[in-house]
């Protein structure tokens, strides 16, 4: 596979071919995942969670997700690599700024904000700068104490509707990529047909140009009881590559997820 860009995540937009991303921390699992054909790996700051042991992804930092960005990009060979942004690193424009930086020199292709419309500033400012972002919306785990929980947005009228408008504004301010956490397919699907930009899936449905799930959850470590949206991909598998080689096949050709993954 030659080296995916933005370019080519916005001509499978174009063409309407589903794209897989998975998150890596390292840069042994970062080689693994992008020979397996993934195109794009999220050094997400679930990184707290999984590799840190916290119940929450509050306390990461900048300097940490700049080290692991390094990791990944040391092993990757050609997938986009997108760097979450660590809670309050963009609480205002100017530490958006800073700390975005920080990640490109890392090596990142784009940074992942949390939040809604109250990004488009920095989201605009990013975009006339030259750097990249990812929008995540719904479900944002940094907000996980104004949602009391890991909860399923966009049930009712108004959080729906601010989804809808978050989603177009923050097109308009100039991102280039959506993802949608924990919402109804439905929600999901109305606006993944409405966005120009792609719109990257986890939890959203079977409806979305890409999904994204968090590699130890596909690789069933450690065992238990696991979020509906996630699936097994060791219990079929001989080994680790194979595993991560069937979950880019069937996002890729609309196997993964089914509604038993899915929210309604
Ligand atoms: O941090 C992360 O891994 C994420 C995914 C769950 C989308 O944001």
Wanted: net charge negative.
């Amino acid at each position: 596979m030659s080296k995916v860009t933005l370019n080519t995540l916005h001509a499978y937009k174009k063409t309407g071919e589903k794209f897989a991303v998975l998150t890596a921390y390292d840069s042994t699992f970062a080689n693994v995942i992008s020979k397996a054909g993934v195109e794009a790996i999220l050094v997400g700051d679930s990184l707290g969670m999984v590799l840190q042991g916290s119940d929450s992804t509050l306390a990461v930092s900048i300097d940490e997700m700049v080290y692991h960005t390094k990791c990944v990009v040391a092993g990757n060979t050609c997938a986009l690599i997108i760097a979450d942004l660590p809670f309050m690193s963009y609480a205002t424009v100017e530490q958006c700024m800073i700390n975005s930086a920080a990640l490109m020199r890392a090596g990142a292709n784009m940074v992942k904000l949390e939040g809604g419309d109250w990004l488009e500033q920095s989201v605009a400012m990013l975009n006339e700068r030259g750097i990249p972002t990812c929008v995540h919306l719904g479900l944002t785990p940094q907000a996980v104490n104004m949602f009391g929980g890991y909860k399923v947005q966009g049930r009712d009228d108004n959080s729906r509707d601010k989804l809808l408008n978050d989603a177009q504004v923050l097109e308009q301010a100039g991102a280039s990529v959506l993802l949608l956490e924990c919402v109804p397919s439905e929600l999901a699907k109305k606006i993944t047909e409405a966005a120009s930009i792609p719109v990257i899936g986890i939890g959203a449905g079977a409806d979305t140009d890409a999904q994204v799930l968090v590699l130890q959850d596909i690789l069933n470590i450690p065992e238990g009881k696991k979020a509906r949206f996630v699936k097994n991909y060791m219990l079929e598998a001989e080994d680790i590559p194979s595993a991560i080689r069937t979950y880019a096949e069937e996002v890729k050709n609309g196997s993964f997820p089914t509604s038993e993954h899915c929210f309604t």
